[in-house]
C-alpha cells in the first residue's frame, strides 16, 4: 500500500476525487489505483479563511518499479497475536458490561474462551426506557440509569472515541465498532464519535455476537460478595443466590459502582485515593461556537464545531472535558439523593447549543482521611448538596455565567434555554462547592472567553454538578493486570485505568490478553 498524506482540500468532494487529487500531487495515474482507504480526514481551521480538509490515503497501486517519494506501508490487520496458554475449565467472570467488560469478553470469545458477564443493570434497549422515564418524570431506577446497564455510562454520552493513547489497540477497538455496526468514518476522522443513537445498536451487536459464541450475560443480576481463599479468588456470589466458581474476576464495575468498591475494600483489595475532577455543564448557542472556531468564509459543509481548553492557575488547573457540539446535558444519577450531570449528543449533532463539562482537578489533600474511599465520600457529599440546592427532587441547580461570577443568585433566563431534564432550579452555584473550585472555576470561564469569544456570554448556563468524570478510586494492580487478590482483575475506567470509552476498551483488550496468556 502506498500512503499519500498531507492532501488539502478546500471544498466539499466525493471521495474518489479526492483521491485523484492525492494521485494528482504525488504524479501517479488513478487508473492504477486498485482500492483506497481513506485513513486520516482532519479539519484545519487555524486560518479561518482558508479552512481545508487535511487527507491521508493509502491505497494499492499497480506499478512495476519503485516510487520515491511516495511511504510505503502495510495493509492493516486488526488481529492480536497472542500466546494462549489458558487452560482451565473453569468460566471467567466479567462484572460489568460496559466497554471494558464487553471488550474483554470479545476477545476472549474470540479465542476460545467463554465468559460470564454479570450486569447489574438492563440489556440497552430496555435501559433506555428507564433512562427516558427518569428524563421525563425523574423516576429514577437506582440498578437502570445513565450509570448503570450494557454500555456503560459512554453510551449516554456523545459516543466520543478519542485518546492520547497511540496504543495500536485503538485501530482494534474502532474497528469492532465498525464491525458491529458503528458508522465507518470513526475510522479516519480526527475526533470520532458514534452518538448514543447508534451506540445503542452497536452494543446490542456486539452482545448477541458475544452469546452467540457461547458467552453468557446474566442481566439485572449484581455481584454482592467474594469468597477468596489464601489471597485468591475462589467464587463469587450475586443478589440471586447465585453462586459461581471462578478463578477469574474482572472487575469493569464502572466508576458509580460505590458499594462494590466498599465490598472489594472489606475483603483486602488493595487500593487508593486517585485525584479526579468537578465541576459543571457549561451550555452555549452551537451556531456561537461554529463562528468562533470556523469563522463566516467557509464554503466547506463543516460539521458542528468543538473544542477543548484548558487554564493553568496558581494553584489549580481547569479544563473543558466531554464537549457534546449540538447536544443537550441530561440527568445521570444512579443514586436517591445525588444530583449527576452528563452531557449527550446523537449522531448528526443538530442541537441548538453546544455544552461541554468544566472541571476543577481536586487531589487526595483535599480530602483528607486514611481511608482510599475518601475521595468517593467527598464525591458523594458534592451530589447530595447539589440535590438539596435543586429542590430535592432530581432537578438541577443551574446558574447564568453573569451571576456565577458576581455571585448571585440567578432569577431568570436569558437567550440560552438549558436543556437538563428532568428540571431545573435557579441557583447560586456558589453556595455548592468549596472556594477553591469555585475561584478556578472563575478564572477558567475567564480565560476561555479569550480564546472563544463569547464563552463568557452572560447568558451562558452552568449546571452542576459534573462529577464523574473518572473515579476518584484506584484498585492496584502488577504487571500482570492481577491484583493483590490472585485471579481478580481490575479493569477500565471505574477502577482508575481508563477515562472514556476508548480507553475503556483497551484496558478491556488487555486485560483478556493477560488471561488468555496465564496457564
Known amino acids: 500500500m502506498l500512503r499519500l498524506e498531507n492532501i488539502k482540500i478546500y471544498e466539499d468532494l466525493t471521495e474518489e476525487d479526492v483521491v485523484k487529487i492525492a494521485c494528482q500531487k504525488y504524479k501517479l495515474d488513478f487508473k492504477n489505483v486498485k482500492k483506497y482507504t481513506i485513513y486520516k480526514k482532519s479539519i484545519d481551521a487555524r486560518n479561518k479563511d482558508k479552512i481545508f480538509y487535511n487527507y491521508t490515503i493509502d491505497i494499492d497501486y499497480n506499478r512495476n518499479k519503485t516510487l520515491k517519494n511516495v511511504k510505503e506501508v502495510n495493509e492493516e490487520d486488526s488481529n492480536i497475536n497472542i500466546n494462549i496458554k489458558r487452560k482451565a475449565e473453569t468460566r471467567p467472570v466479567i462484572i460489568g458490561a460496559g466497554p471494558a467488560g464487553l471488550f474483554c469478553a470479545l476477545i476472549l470469545i474470540q479465542n476460545g474462551i467463554k465468559p460470564i458477564i454479570i450486569e447489574q443493570g438492563k440489556k440497552v434497549e430496555d435501559r433506555k426506557k428507564d433512562v427516558d422515564n427518569f428524563l421525563e418524570m425523574g423516576k429514577l431506577n437506582t440498578s437502570s440509569n445513565v450509570q448503570f446497564g450494557e454500555g456503560g455510562a459512554g453510551t449516554f454520552s456523545d459516543g466520543k472515541l478519542t ?18 455496526g458503528a458508522p465507518n468514518q470513526i475510522m479516519y476522522i480526527n475526533k470520532p464519535h458514534i452518538g448514543t443513537d447508534n451506540l445503542i445498536n452497536v452494543v446490542s451487536n456486539m452482545r448477541n455476537y458475544i452469546i452467540s459464541m457461547g458467552g453468557t450475560f446474566l442481566f439485572e443480576e449484581k455481584v454482592i460478595d467474594f469468597e477468596i481463599e ?87 488547573s481547569c479544563y473543558t472535558f466531554c464537549m457534546c457540539p449540538g447536544g443537550v446535558v441530561i440527568g445521570s444519577s444512579s443514586n436517591n439523593g445525588e444530583i449527576v450531570t452528563n452531557g449527550m449528543s446523537k449522531f448528526a449533532r443538530d442541537g441548538e447549543n453546544a455544552n461541554s463539562a468544566v472541571l476543577v482537578d481536586v487531589t487526595p489533600e483535599d480530602f483528607k482521611g486514611d481511608s482510599p474511599l475518601e475521595g468517593m465520600y467527598f464525591q458523594a457529599k458534592l451530589e447530595q448538596k447539589a440535590f438539596e440546592l435543586g429542590g430535592n427532587n432530581f432537578y438541577a441547580p443551574v446558574q447564568r455565567v453573569e451571576d456565577f461570577l458576581r455571585n448571585r443568585k440567578t432569577t431568570k433566563i436569558g437567550s440560552i434555554k438549558p436543556t437538563y431534564k428532568p428540571g431545573i432550579t435557579l441557583s447560586n452555584l456558589q453556595e455548592l462547592f468549596p472556594n477553591y473550585i469555585v475561584e478556578t472555576l472563575k478564572e477558567g470561564i475567564l480565560d476561555f472567553d479569550k480564546k472563544i469569544k463569547g464563552f463568557a456570554n452572560p447568558d451562558s448556563i452552568l449546571t452542576a454538578i459534573e462529577s464523574r468524570s473518572s473515579s476518584p478510586v484506584r484498585i492496584l494492580r502488577n504487571e500482570n493486570l492481577e491484583s493483590n487478590i490472585k485471579g481478580i482483575y481490575p479493569c477500565g475506567e471505574g477502577v482508575g485505568y481508563a477515562g472514556g470509552i476508548m480507553t475503556a476498551g483497551v484496558d478491556g483488550i488487555k486485560c483478556a490478553i493477560k488471561i488468555l496468556e496465564k496457564e
Do not use: W
Open 163 to 180: 485518546s492520547n493513547s497511540k496504543n495500536p489497540l485503538c485501530r482494534k477497538v474502532l474497528k469492532e465498532f465498525v464491525n458491529f
Open 230 to 316: 489464601n489471597a485468591k479468588i475462589k467464587s463469587i456470589y450475586t443478589n440471586k443466590n447465585r453462586k459461581i466458581e471462578t478463578n477469574i474476576v474482572v472487575l469493569a464495575i464502572g466508576h458509580s459502582a460505590r458499594d462494590t468498591i466498599e465490598k472489594l475494600y472489606s475483603k483486602g483489595i488493595n487500593m487508593e485515593k486517585k485525584s479526579f475532577s468537578v465541576g459543571v455543564r457549561i451550555e452555549h448557542k452551537q451556531k456561537m461556537i461554529n463562528n468562533s472556531q470556523y469563522g463566516n468564509n467557509t464554503k466547506l459543509n463543516l460539521p458542528p464545531a468543538e473544542y477543548k481548553l484548558a487554564y493553568h492557575g496558581k494553584e489549580r
